[in-house]
């Protein structure tokens, strides 16, 4: 009984919007991800690469160990090993585009946070009552 009490606990906790909320963020940062590494791999690789004569960043590797092929059917029997330097750019790139675009977003929201509280203005002075209040309070307190 004590682990249904437990999950219904979970349950209240997950409906009142922390979960629904993390899960919802988790979603579309997920999606954010893939757009940003589209963005990357589609459209701002391809032309540093033709700026670099060509290049395409994922086809940079060093290879450890060739691939062992059978001589008469030319059939790959163990695959080479590589170091996929060009993947490992082309992430280091993705992450610092996606790294900047939250900064970004981070940014406005903060900005706009600021505003919202330079609209509200300072606290208004203390009317005659309220100041009237805090001396019998103080008064009271001794």
Known sequence: MKIVKE???FTDFAVKGNMIDLAVG?????AF???IASLVSDIIMPPIG????GMNFTDIHI?????ITDPATGKILKEAVNLRIGNFIQTLVDFSIIAFSIF??????????????RALGAAPP?????????EIRDLLKK
Do not use: H, S
Request: charged content about 30%.
């Open 126 to 134: 203390p009317t005659k009552d309220q100041e009237l209040l805090t």
């Open 104 to 117: 970004m977003v981070i940014k406005a929201v903060a900005r706009l946070k600021e505003k919202k509280v």
């Open 50 to 53: 033709l700026l670099l004569g």
């Open 26 to 30: 988790i979603i579309i940062g997920a």
């Open 7 to 9: 999950f219904r606990a």
């Open 63 to 67: 290879t450890m160990k060739e691939a």
């Open 33 to 35: 991800g893939k757009i």
